[in-house]
């Protein structure tokens, strides 16, 4: 069964470096999505995109985060200088088009900011 | 707009029911009910779309009520594997999915 690809798993990196957060969407979707959990907390919408451009995006994702698709298959989100409060969980997901409504998530990338 | 789940936490024994409500102040286009084991992704379990609709997953249901702007999930005979955290996504009138705070489950032997 098709999935949602992330990597890293866990990344650590010191505040104020940048980190990229890679994901590889279900092959045929359209839609992508990142989303976040600070731990013990619910998820939050970050960012969504479609045609190689953002759809909509939350009041989290300021100047610091930016999205790309780089080839066919990637999805990344990238933080610019990273701050404590970005660490959480990064959840990517994917739907498949237009009249399907279906978000797939994918493991997610366990960000610590020390 | 955040949705309102109740309740925050539910302790069952194999075997027992449970339901979980999703409520909404806002008129909802869908509803997405998810599933989460701790470390790990939210999994997809059904979606409602506006319309009244109820929808099974073997002894996993969920209904919509769109004049309440409410759905609930129904969890049947219960089993360990249910165990999680229950989030309720809403839609409104855009893409993004709202999350409610979760319903915690546990389901003891």
């Known amino acids: 069964e098709p999935e949602v690809t992330q990597t890293p798993s866990h990344q650590v990196t010191q505040m104020g470096q940048e980190v990229i957060l890679r994901c590889v969407p279900i092959s045929n979707h359209l839609y992508f999505y990142w989303y976040r959990q600070i731990l013990g907390q619910k998820v939050e919408f970050l960012v969504s995109f479609y045609n190689n451009e953002i759809s909509e995006k939350s009041e989290i994702f300021d100047d610091q985060f930016s999205v790309e698709r780089p080839d066919g298959s990637n999805f990344t989100l990238k933080i610019r200088s990273t701050k404590l409060e970005d660490s959480a969980m990064y959840f990517c997901?994917?739907?498949?088009?237009?009249?399907?409504?279906?978000?797939?998530f994918g493991p997610g990338t366990r960000l610590t900011v020390t | 707009q955040q949705p309102v789940q109740s309740p925050q936490a539910v302790i069952l024994r194999e075997g027992e029911d449970a339901v979980i409500n999703c409520s909404s102040s806002?008129?909802?286009?869908?509803v997405h009910w998810y599933r989460q084991k701790h470390g790990e992704a939210p999994v997809f379990l059904m979606i409602l779309l506006k319309g009244g609709e109820q929808k099974g997953h073997e002894k996993i249901s969920a209904s919509f009520n769109e004049k309440k702007q409410q759905s609930s999930l129904y969890l049947t005979a219960s089993q360990l594997s249910y165990s999680g955290t229950y989030f309720c996504?809403?839609?409104?009138?855009?893409?993004?999915?709202?999350f409610g705070t979760g319903t915690r489950l546990q389901v003891f032997p």
């Open positions: 806002k008129a909802l286009y869908s």
């Open positions: 996504g809403t839609r409104y009138n855009t893409d993004k999915l709202i």
């Open positions: 997901a994917s739907r498949a088009g237009l009249w399907t409504y279906e978000q797939y």
